[in-house]
Structures are given as structure tokens and as C-alpha cells.
């Protein structure tokens, strides 16, 4: 619904001026990431929108908070934490002016290897969406406009830019859409990112099926849809299907000219007469080994001479124009943008970076633990700290989300400030440190060099002061060895599923000699464990944020309880997840088929019955637990799931209550059991507390692609409650009439 005062904005505006609305331009205070230039004419203010998700990314490189990655908070299962983050970065937003948070993303994570896992949630789409709508929410609720990334299907960063995802309707509505649809029926967000890959051979920003007849039609949508960055391959075509907003609508020269050393050469080549600036991009883009797609940074135009012309020549209806104006307009008057009346917010405060400490404590998951766990200092003489960044925090990965800040708390120090002078503390690196980050910073938005990506992921370099021994050395003189293991993933590149470098080979060495081994992983997603035979204790920390020595060593030293839940199956090997063959990843000739349909994650584990390393939901925790008093309910087809849950140690602890159902005997293929209600509870010793989940209809259902809607099949269910998807504590079955 367009309000008078758009309304009334819209029909003083010219052509020009609409065209100048729906693209952006370069920031003059360089803060934001994208930017629409105010209309002074008609007193409508500027529109910046800036990088998320893991924080705030000041484009003038001031200090904001490091917040965990994604995957560490949906790994703490609770939305109302996930809200407390999104109203956090709403607030670092505000503090630097900016009216959009390019916030959250949550792609299904598909495949293990996806690049950007870190930043995204799940494997599952309900967890997905709950963690999604939370954090929208919040952000929301914080007076800032968020904006819900990838839109669709870019569940890869392999040749993203060109990559093909064929997907059929029903994984496209049960798996990919659903926290979409969730974050616009349920949060009504206010912006939606228009992915850089094809879905089902249309690319995102020129897909009328998402972009229209799902997402505008058939959810509702009243917000505007924004490319990803030079995503917009075509830009009549994109209008018509309808995107509404073009980013960043200059090249990368013009944005970032110091930061682009192709753009450097190009310009030079292009100062010698025989040389058109075109002919100079061709050159170096072709030396430099750019794909063509890749090229796109380096053209705009996409929504202001291309739409002028088709809108001129009669190929675009300028009626299709004013409702993209009136889309973005809504939402900057929703906003308070067009009253300049936002609100305050604060960057880089102590209350953000204790949120920041308290997401990372509750997102690391205790997957392994033979009772070494917690540490007890005054029990201890020695701890031998080993591993090749255990002396710096990791504070996000790669790419357009990394956060400057500066402040950070690494492993080393956190442990030394929590032992003090309880036990004593050695560090050793153990193996030379991965390749720098910045190394790849050079390319701007990690759209270039592929190269520099083998240098990365090529593991370390050889350093003759990084002694292997030295560290075997201290873990076989200490009485608790920590070993801090990591991985280094990026936006723009996928990831191995073992840890880089020989970090693998450390553990190995150390746990022959240690008394006892803690691994401690700081990666993106699941890895492969071939140790874990041989340690005591393993803690998956993700990539924790600025905090990470601060909570790493209040979960040690269990100060904290480790609450979180695997929000990703992790699998022995690559070949046991569900896209495991070429065609289904990473592709074939750009053709990234999704065969395994609905199967993804811990439902194809289920289905071909192998067991994970961990499965999806699992996680230790120092407390106790026991359930009792399981009653379910069934009022028409939504079910309620009655649970008591009794914290029997003496300590505190989190426990989260997973409610999966199964169709028993199902007319159409099903998953086993699917993620339908889930509780975070917070339980002091001794606490008992009895808890009621609602599952709701769209649990029981599934998409049914020749009526292009959901189907609820009466029969029987099994309603199952667990402590994951594999350890289920009690089952019944109920009938749906
Ligand atoms: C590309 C990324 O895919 C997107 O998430 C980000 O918001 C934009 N670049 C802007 O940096």
C-alpha cells in the first residue's frame, strides 16, 4: 500500500530524478556500502545501507563490534538471543548513520563446503527461519531496515557469479524459500538481496518467478529487492522481473579506485591514446584471468542509461519505474528516513562486545567430551596452549563481512587472565601460521584473483621459527594440552573439509604425548576429525568474534555452560553428505544440479541411514538433564509437545528441547523426521521446568508441485522428542484426521 505523502512524492518527480532513486552511487562520506544520493529538490534525504551480518563493516574502517558468526548463533538455538544481536547491530547502524543493514543472510547451507557457511544458519529450514525471523526482528525493532540475503538458491560461493542451481519446485518451497517466506509473512522486512547465481537457468536479479510471482504475489512482499553487488546482469530485464534497486550502480573503480590494482592497470593502459578504457578492461581482465561474469564490476549502468533508453523507446513501461520508486520510498518513510528522524545508536560498546561474548559462549558446542571438560585450574600445574593462531581472536571470515574493530581477546589471553597464577601456561604455534588475510584483501570484495585463493587455502608457509617438536614437547610436560585448530574460509571461495595447513598431523602429535587433548575448532562448518579417536575433549567455538579468548576460556574453565547444538550435521567424510557426486557439487559446466531434492542434511543421513560424525542438534553439556512427563496433543493439525525437563547435576546448564516429526507410512516420499519445534532452556542445578512447544500445520505439510501449494495428508505421525536428531528421548504416534 503506497501512502499519500509517496504517492504525492512520485508524481512531482521526473524521469531522471526516479532513475537516480533506484541505483546507487558512491558514498561522499565513504561509510556506506551502497548509497542513494538524497533528491534536494524534493527533500528526500539520502539511503545508506551497510554491511552485516557479523557487525557492522564501516566503509571509513571504524572500529565496530565483532559479533560471532551466523553459525555460532544459530548454533545457540534461541531466537530471542538472535533478536538481542539484531537490535545490537541495528543500534552499531544507527552510530554510523546508516539506514540498512545488509543483514541477515541465511542460505540453506546445502553443502558443507559453501564458503560463506559462517555466515548463514542452518541446514534446516525451520531453525533457519526461526533464527532468521529473530534476528529481522531485531534489527527491525532496533529502527533500521534489514535486509535478507542471498535471494535464491546461493548455496555455493564455487563460480557464483555464473553457477546454475536447478532445483525443483518442492526443495525450492520446503528447503530454499521457507526463511525467506518466514522473515516477509511473519517480520515484514523491508529489503530483500537479489542473489549473484542462476536458479533453474534464470539469474536471481532477472528471475520473474522469485522475484514476482513468489515473493511479491504470492507472499505479500512490500519492501524493495536490491541486487547483490553488480549482480544486475541485464537491467530492463531485471526491472520487468522485478528487482527495484541496483547496487552498487558504479564500477569498482569508481568505488574503491586505490584498492583495485587491476583497475590500476587498466587505467594506465587506458592513458596511452591506442587504448579505449574498454579495450584496457578486456586486456587485463583476460590477463588477470577474470571470468567474464566477474567483468561486471568493472561496467554499471545496469538501471540508469539501459532503463532511460528502454523506458524511452517504449520496451519498459515507466509505470514499472514508479513502483520501484514507491517500494523504496515506503520503506524510507516506514523508517523515519524521509523525516531524518531515526534513531541514535552506539558502536563498539561494552554492552555489544559482552552480547558478542555471551552469543559466542552460548553457540559453542561441546561435541566430544571424556570428562576432561571443564578444566579445573586448581587441579592443574601445567596447560600447554598449542596451535598456530591460538594468540589471535578470530573475528569472522573473508569478505564482505569482516568487521574492523579493535579490540580482540585471543585464546592466549583469555587463559592466562582466567588461570592467573593457579597453573602455569605455556604457548606453542606448532606449525607455521595460515597465509595472511590480507594477502587477499587486495582484491575489493574478494571478486578477483583466483590465485590468491590457492595461496590461501595452499595452506602456510614454511617458517623456520614454527617448530612441530617444541609444541609435542610442551603438551608431554603439561597436564591438559588445548590445541586451537582452524580453518580460514571467505565469501567468493569454498572451503575444504579438512583443516588447512598441517594442523591435522599437530593434533595427531600432540595426543600421542599429552595426558589429555582438548581440540578446540574455530571453523565455518563441519571438518573432518581424523583424531578424534585419540583426544579427550573437542569443542566446536565457529568463528567466534572479538570475545573468543574471553569465552573459549569461561567454557573451559566452565564458568559456562558450552550450550550450543549442532546446526549442521557433521559427516565422517565429503562423500557421506548428500551432494556427493560432480553434477550435484560443485557442478558441471556451471549446471549445479540439486538431485538429492528434500534430502539435505541430517534428512538424507536419515534416509540412507549412515551415521554422522555428530549429528544435526547434537551438543554436550556439563549439566544433566533428564525428561519426563512427555504429553502431545492434537487440536485439528497443529500439535502441542508437553515436556518436563529436570537439570539433575549441580550445575547450570542450557538444554534444548528438540521436537522432530515423521510421517508414518506417507503417500509421497518424506524425510524420516523433520525439525518441528525446538526450546532453549536455561536451568539452574536442581531446577525442573515443564515446557509446551506448538508445532504448527506447516510441520505436517509438505509442497505438492502440481497444485503449487502445501498439502497436509491426513494419517499417522510419529512426534518425537530428543536431545538431537539422533538421541530421541521419547516417540509417539497421532493421528491426523
Ligand atoms: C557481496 C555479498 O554477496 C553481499 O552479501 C554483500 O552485502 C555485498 N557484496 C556488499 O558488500
Redesign the pocket.
Known amino acids: 500500500m503506497t501512502s499519500d505523502r509517496v504517492e504525492k512524492l512520485l508524481s512531482r518527480l521526473t524521469l531522471e530524478e526516479k532513475i537516480s532513486l533506484v541505483h546507487g552511487d558512491v558514498d561522499p562520506d565513504g561509510m556506506a ?2 548509497y542513494v544520493p538524497p533528491n534536494d529538490r524534493l527533500g528526500i534525504p539520502s539511503f545508506s545501507m551497510i ?2 551480518p557479523l557487525g557492522v563493516r564501516a566503509g571509513d574502517g571504524s572500529p565496530s563490534t565483532a559479533f560471532p558468526a551466523s553459525i555460532s548463533l544459530a548454533a545457540a538455538w534461541d531466537p530471542s538471543l538472535a533478536h538481542e544481536v539484531g537490535e545490537a547491530m541495528a543500534s552499531e547502524a544507527r552510530a554510523r548513520d546508516q539506514d540498512v543493514l ?1 543483514a541477515p ?1 541465511f542460505n540453506l547451507i546445502r553443502v558443507p563446503q559453501c564458503g560463506r557457511s559462517f555466515e548463514y544458519y542452518s541446514e534446516d529450514p525451520h531453525l533457519n527461519s526461526r533464527i532468521a525471523v529473530g534476528t529481522v526482528d531485531g534489527i527491525q525493532d532496533g529502527g533500521v531496515a534489514a535486509c535478507a ?2 535471494f535464491a538458491v546461493n548455496n555455493q560461493e564455487h563460480a557464483r557469479m555464473e553457477d546454475n542451481a536447478i532445483v525443483d519446485e518442492r526443495p525450492l518451497h520446503e528447503l530454499y524459500l521457507r526463511a525467506f517466506e518466514a522473515v516477509v509473512k511473519e517480520a515484514d522486512v523491508a529489503s530483500l ?1 537479489a542473489a ?1 547465481n542462476r536458479v533453474n537457468g534464470t539469474h536471481a536479479t532477472e528471475n520473474r518467478e522469485l522475484l514476482t510471482d513468489i515473493l511479491k504475489e504470492d507472499w505479500g512482499f512490500e519492501g524493495f529487492v536490491v541486487s ?2 553488480w549482480a544486475t546482469t541485464d537491467g530492463p530485464s531485471a526491472a520487468r522481473a522485478g528487482l527495484d534497486l541496483d547496487m552498487p550502480g558504479v564500477t569498482l573503480p569508481e568505488l574503491a579506485p586505490d584498492m583495485n590494482p587491476a583497475y590500476r592497470l587498466i587505467d594506465t593502459f587506458s592513458r596511452f591514446s591506442w587504448f579505449s578504457t574498454d579495450d584496457a578492461t578486456k586486456l587485463i581482465t583476460s590477463l588477470i584471468g577474470l571470468r567474464p561474469s566477474e567483468c561486471r564490476v568493472y561496467r554499471s549502468e545496469k538501471f540508469d542509461e539501459s532503463l532511460r533508453e528502454a523506458i524511452e523507446d517504449g520496451r519498459l513501461g515507466e509505470s514499472i519505474l514508479d513502483e520501484k520508486v514507491a517500494r523504496i520510498l515506503g520503506q524510507m518513510e516506514r523508517f523515519g528516513v524521509l523525516d531524518d528522524d531515526m534513531p541514535d545508536g552506539e558502536a563498539n560498546v561494552p554492552a555489544h562486545h559482552e552480547l558478542s561474548r555471551r552469543v559466542a559462549e552460548r553457540g559453542t558446542v561441546l561435541l566430544h567430551n571424556d570428562d576432561t571438560l571443564p578444566l579445573d585450574p586448581a587441579t592443574l600445574d601445567d596447560i600447554a596452549l598449542i596451535g598456530p593462531h591460538a594468540d589471535e581472536a578470530k573475528t569472522g571470515g573473508g ?3 569482516e568487521v574492523a574493530t579493535d579490540s580482540t581477546v585471543s585464546p592466549l589471553d583469555g587463559i592466562r587472565y582466567r588461570v592467573g597464577e593457579d597453573a602455569s601456561l605455556t604457548f606453542e604455534a606448532g606449525v607455521a601460521p595460515l597465509a595472511e588475510m590480507d594477502d587477499r584483501d587486495i582484491t575489493v ?1 574478494n571478486l578477483s584473483l583466483s590465485t590468491i585463493a590457492d595461496s590461501y587455502f595452499g595452506s602456510e608457509e614454511e617458517s623456520p621459527d614454527v617448530d612441530m617438536d617444541a609444541a609435542v614437547e610442551a603438551a608431554e610436560d603439561a597436564d591438559v594440552a588445548v590445541v586451537v585448530v582452524q580453518d580460514a574460509a571467505s ?1 567468493d571461495y569454498d572451503r575444504p573439509l579438512t583443516l588447512p595447513g598441517r594442523q591435522d598431523e599437530l593434533v595427531s602429535a600432540v595426543a600421542d604425548v599429552a595426558e589429555e587433548t582438548v581440540v578446540v575448532l574455530k571453523t565455518a562448518g563441519p571438518v573432518e576429525m581424523p583424531w578424534l579417536d585419540d583426544v579427550e575433549a573437542v569443542l566446536e567455538a565457529w568463528y567466534p568474534g572479538q570475545e573468543d579468548g574471553r569465552s573459549l576460556a569461561s567454557v573451559l574453565f566452565g564458568d559456562a555452560d558450552p550450550s550450543g547444538r549442532l546446526p549442521v550435521t557433521f559427516g565422517s567424510r565429503a562423500r557421506d553428505y548428500p551432494a556427493n557426486t560432480q553434477r550435484q557439487y560443485p557442478g558441471i559446466d556451471r549446471d549445479v544440479t540439486y538431485e538429492e531434492g528434500i534430502f539435505v542434511g541430517y534428512r538424507h543421513f536419515d534416509r540412507v541411514e549412515t551415521d554422522p560424525l555428530f549429528p544435526f542438534g547434537h551438543g554436550l553439556s556439563y549439566a544433566d538433564f533428564e525428561y519426563s512427563d512427555v504429553a502431545v496433543s492434537l487440536d485439528e493439525s497443529t500439535a502441542t509437545v508437553e515436556v518436563t525437563v529436570e537439570n539433575v547435576s549441580d550445575r547450570d546448564g542450557y538444554e534444548v528441547v528438540q521436537v522432530y516429526l515423521g510421517a508414518v507410512d506417507p503417500d509421497v516420499e518424506r524425510p524420516p523426521r523433520e525439525l518441528a519445534a525446538f526450546e532453549s532452556l536455561e536451568l539452574a542445578a536442581g531446577e525442573q521446568q515443564t515446557v509446551s512447544l506448538s508445532v504448527d500445520e506447516r510441520a505436517f505439510a509438505y509442497y505438492d508441485a502440481d497444485q503449487s501449494g502445501w498439502v497436509v495428508d491426513a494419517g499417522e505421525y510419529e512426534v518425537a522428542v530428543g536431545r538431537s536428531s539422533r538421541e530421541i528421548v521419547h516417540s509417539e504416534t497421532v493421528e491426523l484426521e
Request: net charge negative; charged share 25%.
Open positions: 556500502t551502497g554491511d552485516g545488509l543472510g540475503k542471498h538481496m549473484y547483490d553487488w569478505g564482505s563481512s570484495w565469501e
